[in-house]
Nanobody, 126 residues
């Protein structure tokens, strides 16, 4: 069973930055389609960003695209989510997800991902 090990969450003031990391326990990270989802208190889990096996990146909204960056370091076998200009509405549990294969139209769907990280808490204070 593949495990996704996440790290990097924490408490930050509005306007600050955090970088989340996610490393799969098996196989190279670029053999998976990787994504980040988040779940705010009292809300459903939502798609944030993804990076395909070919390195194509997509973000849920233009606002996230301007503040967050998903990237991959094959040498470290790790995917990152760099989050800048954080706002209180970014607060939530952030989950890393991996899929063996996911189509261009389904990458935002939770059900398409085979493996999930344990989640890491991000709290942004105002």
């Amino acid at each position: 069973q593949v495990r996704l090990v996440e790290s990097g969450g924490g408490l930050v003031q509005a306007g600050g930055s955090l970088r989340l990391s996610c490393a799969p326990s098996e196989r190279p990270v670029n053999s998976y389609a990787m994504a980040w989802f988040r779940q705010a208190p009292g809300k459903d889990r939502e798609f944030v960003a993804r990076i395909s096996q070919n390195g194509v990146t997509t973000y849920a909204t233009d606002s996230l695209k301007g503040r967050f960056t998903i990237s991959r370091d094959s040498a470290k076998n790790t995917v990152y989510l760099q989050m800048n200009s954080l706002a209180p509405e970014d607060t939530g549990v952030y989950y890393c997800a991996a899929a063996r294969a996911v189509s261009r139209v389904e990458f935002g769907r939770e059900s398409r991902y085979d493996y999930w990280g344990q989640g890491t808490q991000v709290t942004v204070s105002s």
